[in-house]
């Protein structure tokens, strides 16, 4: 069924998560930096966070180029709102097996959907796509008839647009929500909810907002996500982890925290106003380099 009007703006950063940072008036506090100093804007969640025709695959046919933004994400995106409605309700132990697996996918979106991150996976798919491995190479040799070209990367590279096309959009729906080894033990994690006091200083969050450890699977390792201004996601391998979390002094969590948020943000970070515009100053990365080597890490 072909699409009357596809979708162009396309969320990475998607309404219904910042939509936690509005106030009464619907808006949020915007941060970016277009050039040398911090600027922040009041904001409708779906006028930012995102990018034009970001997910769409031009070499495929008109019916397939929005496939990814209009079928896969937005159902991994409404799901996990589902779920997200639950979890800042405070009724994260209440989640269904399938909530949990949906909000674990959420998690994992939003490591790769940001433009520099999808530009640099595509970049990827097409170059390893042409490098075949040696085995490959051999048994291609082995079994090639003579019509056939004389190597295997000669043969791929005959690969239409199109069939590349569709590899990239399968290979983008792999890596954002396919639960590889990081998505299932992040689902096997101790999950919880930390509320800080009502102080002026509050969480901020970002284009890139996931926070968590290097090697997942670590005895120590953790993983968490601003949920709102004063809630705070976390899932963690043992007990110990989430009450050193739990431990430490409001202002410190909010800090570190919002110093992660910030520093690793690619272009935006959001809050619910612009008390904190002197600290997005200090720790936004000042170059457009230094933001997509943030994102590319």
């Not at 994992?108 to 940001?114: E, G, N, T």
């Not at 796509?129 to 019509?147: A, G, I, N, S, V």
Request: one cysteine or more; glycine letters at 6%.
């Amino acid at each position: 069924m072909s699409i009357p009007n596809p979708p162009r703006k396309n969320h990475y950063v998607p309404c219904f998560y910042t939509s936690l940072w509005t106030g009464t008036d619907g808006m949020l506090c915007e941060f970016s930096r277009p050039y040398d100093r911090v600027k922040p804007s009041r904001k409708h969640p779906n006028a930012t966070g995102y990018s034009i025709d970001l997910y769409t695959e031009a070499a495929l046919k008109p019916e397939q180029r929005t496939h990814l933004e209009d079928k896969f994400l937005k159902l991994l995106d409404n799901r996990a709102c589902d779920a997200l409605r639950m979890i800042v309700t405070d009724d994260i132990d209440g989640l269904t097996p399938k909530q949990r697996i949906d909000w674990a996918r959420f998690i994992l979106s939003m490591m790769q959907r940001s433009p520099s991150k999808i530009a640099e996976l595509r970049r990827r798919w097409r170059a390893e796509y042409r490098k075949p491995h040696p085995e490959l190479e051999q048994e291609y040799l082995e079994r090639r008839l003579p019509t056939d070209p004389p190597t295997l990367t000669e043969l791929l590279e005959q690969t239409s647009e199109e069939a590349l096309g569709r590899g990239q959009v399968q290979i983008l729906q792999m890596v954002m929500g396919g639960l590889p080894k990081v998505g299932l033990k992040i689902i096997n994690m101790i999950w919880g909810v930390l509320t800080i006091p009502d102080l002026p200083t509050k969480f901020l969050t970002s284009d890139r907002p996931i926070i968590r450890t290097n090697g997942i699977g670590k005895p120590e390792a953790y993983v968490t996500v601003p949920i709102g201004p004063r809630k705070l996601f976390f899932a963690a391998n043992e007990q110990k982890t989430i009450d050193w979390i739990k431990a430490q002094q409001a202002s410190d969590l909010i800090r570190n925290v919002n110093a992660t948020v910030v520093g690793q943000a690619e272009k935006y970070v959001y809050g619910e106003s612009d008390y904190l515009r002197n600290f997005v100053e200090i720790h936004l990365p000042r170059r457009t380099e230094d933001r997509i080597e943030q994102a590319a890490s």
